[in-house]
């Protein structure tokens, strides 16, 4: 970089600095800024020592940057400074002086004398609103996995019993068995419903506060066929039939996978308890759990100990959101598997 006789490097590039639109500083080799802009200024509203401080340890001490940022920046510095990259960009979040935060991205280039990197010249630029869209489209990204995950979950149960009875048509000529094959059809257009609620943001879901008794539901969710084999009947004990409160095409949902769950998962001759205390509704078996450090991964999406899919536990995490309620995972009275929706109630 050329200056004018008698000035030097970081001088000019002052001069160069203060005529940019976008906030701009100058770093001296040793990271001192010497050099700032009004615009960095009337931004940030630091005051001056803030602003001349060793950087980034002063915003870092008064908490405008978090650790971690810091040691990001300091990075990138260091590496300009050392001659081993000429274009470097960082992405801080900065706590601006009125208490509000900026997401900016910092491009760093270097200040050279006679071939020997004397200083840095950082040009910062707000991309508050670009981060915040990608975020959107990861989150919107993530609904469409959700939608087709609970789609291949949970379409499978019924699809498999209406093909099964046309199938059976075919081969026999009997018809009697296709108005059962019309039923798991209707189920199957119920949860497409259904997963278009999912794949929506919990706080976007409108929820019916309806009466739901739960010794109905859950003899529905197990004799259906639509999450997993029918059982036997001995074998799932309703202690507190309800009504609860919430809505009951959802709370479906979420009973019947958690009842799903249990039967799949806790061994060949299971019984599952089913009923609401108050915490909340839960499911209950004496099957062998989980072990403790795996209880917060299984309600993730994709995530299954038992060779499943990985999806009906987050399902239900979804369902107890849209409700405000919270899924809790732990320990049964009988040793083993047990899940609460913590929040719901009984309903009069």
Partial sequence: MNSAP???????????VDALGDGAYVLDADRNRVFVNDRLREVTEFDEEDLHAPHPERLVEEG???VDAGERYREAVERVLAGASDDERV????????????????????????????????????VTDRVERERELARLNERLERLAGFLSHDLRNPLSVARGYVDLARETGEVDGLDAAESALGRIEAMIDEALVMARDPDEVDTAAEPVDLAALAADCAESGDFGDEVDPAALVVEDPGPVGGDPTLLRRALGNLIGNAFDHAGASPTVRVGVDDRGVYVADDGPGIDADDLDEVAAFGVSHGGGTGIGLAIVKRVAAAHGWELDLGESDAGGFRATLVGAEPMK
Avoid at 6 to 16: L, M, Q, R, Y
Avoid at 101 to 118: A, H, K
Wanted: charged content about 20%; aromatic content about 4%; cysteine-free.
């Fill in 6 to 16: 008698g000035s030097t490097p970081i001088d000019h590039a002052g001069s160069v």
């Fill in 64 to 66: 405008y940057w978090s």
């Fill in 91 to 126: 992405q801080l979040t900065t706590t601006l002086g009125d208490g509000s935060t900026v997401t900016t991205e910092t491009r760093l280039t270097p200040i050279e004398r006679d071939g020997v990197v004397v200083g840095v010249v950082g040009v910062i630029r707000d």
